[in-house]
């Protein structure tokens, strides 16, 4: 994984970890409010909100049948995959899920990362779960201070499996708390405002800390999470005053400014801000509030909850300081940032850089061009031995053929004409690290055999001088070309060929991985809208399946400049864009389709064997070598693949 890789993972994940903070600082915020009228509605739309926020499609909640306590039923359902069967009008999960129900009601949390896996106990769960298109659960019991279990909640995927890492289970899990919350005060019929415990466990469940300000007295009533967040006694007396002496003087005007807005608003207000505690450390708070209208002869209160971001807060500004060099370097290049994508093709990929990148061996990374080889490269590179060398890259294309010798092996002095300084080559240069050969398919002939000697014995000769030069170089070549047709028409050699060809990766063109195209665009609409000083909020569905459609013969490359000329245009909110000319994406596509069904149509007619007499690549009148490049280029499998033998 690459610097730049990593400083943009770690930017992502600090995002969407922000986010789902606030996501629970407001629904914490939203169920302290709710009467018990509104808590399933709420619950509904709480489960939405988590499902669109973690990318999950599906959420239930059951709750012990009041004439059979023993029993739970389905009582609150979020989908978000239509083609899923609907579940019957009464759904027990005792008949449905008997294991996941004995699980959850003994208190356990139950995490199935893959349902076609669960345990042999847990047989009908799993066919439940296989005619529902569940494919990863989650399951939290719902329980209120330690009493006994009443209801369970799961946050399921249902188009990919997907693994939930600790920090998020225990999200989850306060999430939980607050549903539980709600729903013991819902059958209580009691508002959870009324009553200071359940105030001060809601706050406990969210990791946030409760207060309510009186606007006349500027007395503040606060839970002992409150308490705790900014350093004072749990019963200590407090008020504005006070509150103000704790805040950082740099932001205390600010505070006080969004305290005046809430209170003459009646709106939703946030701000962050530093506070200095009695014990001198120094925390970051994230801080919601909403003015609450005095009953009677009562004032306005804000009441509002605090959360600590302190470690969020210095994680995004140390990154915004260590990433700057990073992101110039990839804005300059003018390429996108990572290697974004999940799509199976593409986790292939991923697996086979982990493999080969601890090794020194030679790698040949191919692809057409836009596809991200270079990015290929440079993770190999920074998960390997050498990464504290610098990679170094020479681009086979960009050189004359008079100049790429003493480029990639150096030069004396007074070597040639106009040679009047002595050059070191690109292979002493990444003498100790890794030397990326980019576009090796168009490496002139005449240099391919002093190449291959240095791919052997690591030895070579500047221009100008006999003496022998060894280096110790990792060699990862990267070509848009077959390099085995460029073999058999006589323009590559074939000892070269079969010495760079070690460890192959292919890298799929973008039209054969769609599933990956939402997410490219939001990253790069992410990444540019920063530069151009834009906010994007949405993107149209059809916008987004034109997006999926087209063929993009540029590949992640054409994909990002397509991106670019659409925030340039859009003014608003929402993206805007013209693709190419579609008709020719129409034509291509028809090609490509056609091409696809001629070669199938010759494999199924020899049995799906390609070389030999009447094979298929005899019947098409191509070599085998070409055939298999052409079958991996339209997704065709191979016999073996077809029928899951491995290779």
Same mark, same amino acid.
């Given at each position: 994984m690459s610097d730049a890789k990593a400083g943009y993972d770690v930017d992502l994940e600090l995002q969407e970890r922000l986010r789902f903070e606030t996501l629970i600082a407001d629904l914490s915020l939203r169920f302290v409010n709710v009467p018990a009228d509104r808590v399933d509605r709420e619950i509904e739309d709480a489960q939405r909100a988590i499902c669109e926020c973690l990318g999950l499609e599906h959420s239930s909640l059951w709750q012990t049948s009041t004439q059979n306590p023993g029993e739970m039923v389905l009582t609150h359902l979020y989908r978000d995959d239509p083609e899923l069967p609907p579940p019957p009008k009464r759904m027990s999960a005792q008949k449905f899920f008997p294991w996941t129900q004995a699980k959850l009601m003994a208190g356990e949390t139950i995490s199935?990362?893959?349902?076609?896996?669960?345990?042999?106990?847990?047989?009908?769960?799993?066919?439940?779960?296989?005619?529902?298109?569940?494919?990863?659960?989650?399951?939290?019991?719902?329980?209120?201070?330690?009493?006994?279990?009443?209801?369970?909640?799961?946050?399921?995927?249902?188009?990919?499996?997907?693994?939930?890492?600790?920090?998020?289970?225990?999200?989850?899990?306060?999430?939980?708390q607050v549903f539980a919350n709600a729903l013991e005060r819902k059958r209580a019929e009691k508002k959870l405002r009324e009553s200071e415990a359940r105030l001060s466990l809601a706050a406990a469940s969210a990791n946030a800390g409760l207060w309510t300000l009186d606007a006349e007295t500027g007395q503040i009533?606060?839970?002992?999470?409150?308490?705790?967040?900014?350093?004072?006694?749990?019963?200590?007396?407090?008020?504005?005053?006070?509150?103000?002496?704790?805040?950082?003087?740099?932001?205390?005007?600010?505070?006080?400014?969004?305290?005046?807005?809430?209170?003459?608003?009646? #709106?939703?207000?946030?701000?962050?801000?530093?506070?200095?505690?009695? #014990?001198?450390?120094l925390r970051w708070i994230a801080a919601r509030g909403r003015r609450q209208a005095g009953v009677d002869s009562e004032p306005d209160r804000l009441m509002g909850v605090s959360t600590d971001i302190t470690e969020s807060k210095y994680a995004e500004l140390r990154l915004q300081a260590e990433s700057k060099y990073l992101k110039d370097e990839i804005e300059g290049d003018g390429r996108f940032a990572d290697i974004v994508g999940q799509s199976i093709s593409l986790k292939k990929v991923f697996e086979q850089i982990e493999q080969v990148s601890p090794t020194d061996s030679i790698v040949l990374v191919t692809g057409e061009t836009g596809t991200g080889k270079e990015l290929v490269a440079r993770?190999?590179?920074?998960?390997?031995?050498?990464?504290?060398?610098?990679?170094?890259?020479?681009?086979?294309?960009?050189?004359?053929?008079?100049?790429?010798?003493?480029?990639?092996?150096?030069?004396?002095?007074g070597a040639y004409t106009g040679a009047l300084t002595r050059q070191a080559g690109r292979f002493e240069l990444a003498n100790g690290s890794t030397l990326l050969l980019d576009e090796i398919g168009d490496l002139p002939l005449e240099l391919q055999a002093k190449l291959l000697r240095v791919v052997q014995e690591g030895q070579f000769e500047r221009l100008g001088n006999p003496k022998t030069i060894s280096v110790d170089v990792r060699i990862i070549a990267a070509t848009n070309r077959d390099l085995a047709?460029?073999?058999?028409?006589?323009?590559?050699?074939? #000892?070269?060929?079969?010495?760079l060809n070690v460890f192959p990766i292919h890298l799929p063109p973008l039209r054969e991985r769609q599933d990956d195209i939402p997410l490219l665009t939001w990253r790069f609409v992410r990444e540019l809208e920063r530069k151009m000083g834009k906010k994007i909020e949405s993107i149209p569905r059809k916008t987004m399946e034109m997006l999926q459609d087209y063929p993009w013969p540029g590949n992640v490359r054409e994909l990002r400049n397509v991106i670019e000329?659409?925030?340039?245009?859009?003014?608003?909110?929402?993206?805007?864009?013209?693709?190419?000319?579609?008709?020719?994406?129409?034509?291509?596509?028809?090609?490509?389709?056609?091409?696809?069904?001629?070669?199938?149509?010759?494999?199924?007619?020899?049995?799906?064997?390609?070389?030999?007499?009447?094979?298929?690549?005899?019947?098409?009148?191509?070599?085998?070598?070409?055939?298999?490049?052409?079958?991996?280029?339209?997704?065709?499998?191979?016999?073996?693949?077809? #029928?899951?033998?491995?290779?």
């Amino acid at each position: 994984m690459s610097d730049a890789k990593a400083g943009y993972d770690v930017d992502l994940e600090l995002q969407e970890r922000l986010r789902f903070e606030t996501l629970i600082a407001d629904l914490s915020l939203r169920f302290v409010n709710v009467p018990a009228d509104r808590v399933d509605r709420e619950i509904e739309d709480a489960q939405r909100a988590i499902c669109e926020c973690l990318g999950l499609e599906h959420s239930s909640l059951w709750q012990t049948s009041t004439q059979n306590p023993g029993e739970m039923v389905l009582t609150h359902l979020y989908r978000d995959d239509p083609e899923l069967p609907p579940p019957p009008k009464r759904m027990s999960a005792q008949k449905f899920f008997p294991w996941t129900q004995a699980k959850l009601m003994a208190g356990e949390t139950i995490s199935v990362p893959n349902t076609a896996d669960g345990p042999p106990e847990a047989s009908i769960d799993r066919e439940t779960w296989r005619h529902f298109g569940v494919k990863s659960t989650l399951g939290f019991p719902l329980s209120v201070g330690g009493g006994s279990v009443f209801g369970v909640v799961s946050f399921d995927a249902t188009r990919r499996v997907r693994a939930c890492p600790e920090p998020l289970l225990k999200r989850l899990r306060l999430i939980a708390q607050v549903f539980a919350n709600a729903l013991e005060r819902k059958r209580a019929e009691k508002k959870l405002r009324e009553s200071e415990a359940r105030l001060s466990l809601a706050a406990a469940s969210a990791n946030a800390g409760l207060w309510t300000l009186d606007a006349e007295t500027g007395q503040i009533w606060a839970t002992e999470k409150t308490h705790e967040l900014f350093g004072l006694p749990p019963r200590e007396e407090m008020n504005l005053d006070i509150f103000l002496a704790l805040v950082h003087p740099e932001d205390r005007e600010t505070v006080r400014q969004a305290i005046q807005q809430a209170m003459q608003s009646g #709106d939703d207000s946030a701000v962050e801000y530093r506070i200095q505690r009695p #014990d001198g450390s120094l925390r970051w708070i994230a801080a919601r509030g909403r003015r609450q209208a005095g009953v009677d002869s009562e004032p306005d209160r804000l009441m509002g909850v605090s959360t600590d971001i302190t470690e969020s807060k210095y994680a995004e500004l140390r990154l915004q300081a260590e990433s700057k060099y990073l992101k110039d370097e990839i804005e300059g290049d003018g390429r996108f940032a990572d290697i974004v994508g999940q799509s199976i093709s593409l986790k292939k990929v991923f697996e086979q850089i982990e493999q080969v990148s601890p090794t020194d061996s030679i790698v040949l990374v191919t692809g057409e061009t836009g596809t991200g080889k270079e990015l290929v490269a440079r993770a190999i590179h920074n998960l390997s031995r050498r990464k504290d060398r610098l990679m170094v890259k020479v681009d086979c294309t960009s050189l004359p053929s008079t100049l790429i010798e003493s480029e990639l092996f150096g030069r004396e002095k007074g070597a040639y004409t106009g040679a009047l300084t002595r050059q070191a080559g690109r292979f002493e240069l990444a003498n100790g690290s890794t030397l990326l050969l980019d576009e090796i398919g168009d490496l002139p002939l005449e240099l391919q055999a002093k190449l291959l000697r240095v791919v052997q014995e690591g030895q070579f000769e500047r221009l100008g001088n006999p003496k022998t030069i060894s280096v110790d170089v990792r060699i990862i070549a990267a070509t848009n070309r077959d390099l085995a047709e460029r073999v058999n028409e006589g323009q590559f050699r074939q #000892d070269l060929y079969f010495r760079l060809n070690v460890f192959p990766i292919h890298l799929p063109p973008l039209r054969e991985r769609q599933d990956d195209i939402p997410l490219l665009t939001w990253r790069f609409v992410r990444e540019l809208e920063r530069k151009m000083g834009k906010k994007i909020e949405s993107i149209p569905r059809k916008t987004m399946e034109m997006l999926q459609d087209y063929p993009w013969p540029g590949n992640v490359r054409e994909l990002r400049n397509v991106i670019e000329q659409a925030l340039i245009v859009s003014s608003g909110s929402q993206l805007n864009l013209h693709l190419p000319d579609l008709r020719e994406a129409t034509h291509h596509q028809t090609l490509r389709g056609a091409e696809h069904r001629h070669i199938v149509a010759a494999l199924e007619k020899t049995s799906w064997r390609i070389k030999g007499t009447g094979g298929a690549a005899e019947l098409l009148g191509l070599r085998p070598s070409t055939l298999y490049t052409t079958m991996r280029r339209l997704g065709i499998p191979t016999r073996h693949e077809k #029928d899951g033998i491995p290779s």
